[in-house]
């Protein structure tokens, strides 16, 4: 599988300069990819003004979506503030190259930043099908939780979104890194760069690592798209030759 990251500065609560920016970045993509991989709240930055600047699930950036992955016939991922149920979540969008969505709600909200007082957290663990590939999308502070990323159901690539501020990147590398080594599995991580508007800066970061721990995309600084090619078969004869996972241990996970 051949996945574009796409790692940006976020124009603080502007959807559509930042739709505009992205689908510029889209646009000048010149090789054929399966995936293209955008960061967390991609089209505000990460804001806790949920109320302002909230949409819906036929709002005009899900729109937007859909609309670019059918003209590039490409999926495309990445989460934004939803209001549904009056609720607001953090969600993380699988977007079809035909338009159909899937989606998984952000289970660990960051209450150190209020997060879990603005946004209701997600119920579920969501394993996408495509393109033979089985991919779990986690967002950002779900990356500390370990035991809810375990892999349970052979899923072959873990995929974090982030707003990851730079005076943490040491723990961003090291727990993508643990998360890959511990679950046999690829891990991509995309996360932004520049200042928000609580003045925190990011650095990026941006990176994909296979499943021994060993980097296919070092962590990346830059505002810029990576692109890297993923081979299934390598990690499946890996996984067949050492069987760490059939030891690990069963539970079961309260939500």
């Known amino acids: 599988m051949k996945i574009a990251l796409i ?42 003004n949920a109320a302002a600047v909230a949409e819906t699930m036929q709002g005009e950036t899900v729109s937007w979506m859909q609309t670019l992955a059918k003209k590039n016939s490409v999926a495309i991922t ?20 035909d338009g159909e969505i899937q989606f998984y709600d952000k289970r660990h909200l960051f209450s150190l930043a209020g997060e879990d007082k603005h946004f209701t957290s997600g119920s ?3 394993i996408i ?50 998360r890959a080594v511990e679950n046999l599995s690829y891990v991509i991580g995309v996360n932004r760069v520049g200042f928000d508007g609580n003045n925190y800066e990011h650095i990026g970061h941006s990176q994909v690592v296979d499943f021994l721990g060993d980097y296919v995309l ?30 690990r241990d069963q539970f079961e996970i309260k939500l």
């Not at 559509?16 to 993509?29: A, D, G, H, P, T």
């Not at 590939?133 to 690539?157: G, H, M, S």
């Open 7 to 48: 790692q940006s500065d976020l124009q603080w609560e502007n959807t559509l300069e930042n739709r505009n920016n992205f689908e510029s970045k889209i646009n000048k993509i010149d090789s054929e990819v399966n995936l293209i991989v955008l960061p967390e709240m991609f089209s505000t930055g990460f804001t806790m």
């Open 129 to 178: 099908d495509y393109s033979g590939w089985k991919i779990c999308l986690q967002v950002c502070y779900d990356l500390r939780f370990p035991v809810f990323a375990r892999n349970v159901e052979q899923y072959d690539l873990l995929l974090y979104v982030a707003n990851w501020p730079k005076v943490r990147t040491n723990a961003w590398d090291i727990l993508l890194r643990a």
């Open 218 to 247: 070092e962590p990346q600084e830059a505002e810029a798209v990576f692109i890297v090619e993923l081979d299934k078969n390598a990690m499946l004869e890996t996984r067949k030759k050492l069987d760490f996972l059939s030891d």
């Open 78 to 97: 990445g989460s934004l503030i939803i209001q549904e149920n009056n609720n607001y979540y953090n969600r993380l969008l699988f977007v079809f190259p």
């Open 124 to 126: 579920s663990k969501v």
